[in-house]
């Protein structure tokens, strides 16, 4: 026999109270994210000194491509964001121009690394740091790739739905920020960076990255990737 269930307004009232709770520790959390991005890509800047050495900028190029362009490229989207008041529209655009500028500085840190070795007759891909990076700019190139067939969608030959492009984009851009994190902190285990940064200041550049990295993995996650309902 059904039976009217009356809800207890005190709950309510408790759970919009946790429910405004977490909106703002989101938020708070984005902030957070976009102050710790620009506060590191400051922090290798100093600690690089550009135009000492061909080195000297590939730390440079690669933290602005990742811990700036991409970090706020993505969290354009989510909540907490520096343009949260404009449209739609405007917020594809400064995503496309953020990537860009991304792919950009990328490959111009990945040249100035190449040159460095070569000057120096060092070998190519011969640690960790070396390979993932690598690796990370495959798949940014790929997913960058992906993006243009999403927002060009009659110019694309590939025979595939916008929504599996879109599932495809998102998801390589989940990968690109996970190995964009792991390199970043391989790079923190080389010699130039040990002999650089010692003690706490070493250990509080290996865990900055992860704020920055969780906040944007969980908005990929939660907001864009597809989530299966599950039905009893």
């Not at 005190?10 to 902030?31: D, F, H, N, P």
Request: aromatic fraction near 10%; glycine fraction near 6%; charged fraction near 10%.
């Amino acid at each position: 026999m059904p039976a009217d269930v009356e809800y207890s307004p005190v709950g309510k009232g408790l759970e919009m109270q946790e429910s405004r709770l977490y909106v703002w520790m989101r938020r708070v959390a984005v902030i957070a994210a976009h102050a710790t991005g620009l506060g590191l890509v400051v922090t290798i800047f100093v600690l690089s000194r550009p135009g000492t050495s061909l080195f000297s900028w590939h730390p440079v190029c690669m933290s602005v491509a990742y811990w700036l362009c991409l970090t706020e490229g993505l969290l354009l989207f989510g909540e907490g964001s520096l343009y949260c008041c404009k449209s739609r529209s405007h917020k594809v655009c400064m995503h496309l121009c953020c990537q860009a500028a991304e792919l950009v500085f990328a490959i111009t840190g990945l040249g100035f690394m190449v040159a460095s070795k070569n000057r120096s007759e060092l070998p190519h891909l011969v640690s960790w740091h070396s390979v993932l990076g690598l690796c990370t700019l495959v798949v940014t190139a790929l997913q960058a790739a992906c993006g243009l067939c999403v927002h060009f969608p009659k110019q694309q030959q590939i025979l595939l739905y916008p929504s599996k492009l879109k599932l495809y984009h998102t998801t390589l851009g989940l990968v690109v920020y996970f190995l964009a994190t792991v390199t970043i902190l391989s790079a923190m285990f080389s010699d130039w960076f040990q002999a650089t940064v010692r003690g706490v200041g070493w250990w509080a550049l290996l865990l900055l990255p992860l704020l920055p990295a969780l906040v944007v993995m969980n908005q990929i996650i939660n907001s864009h990737l597809p989530h299966k309902k599950i039905t009893i």
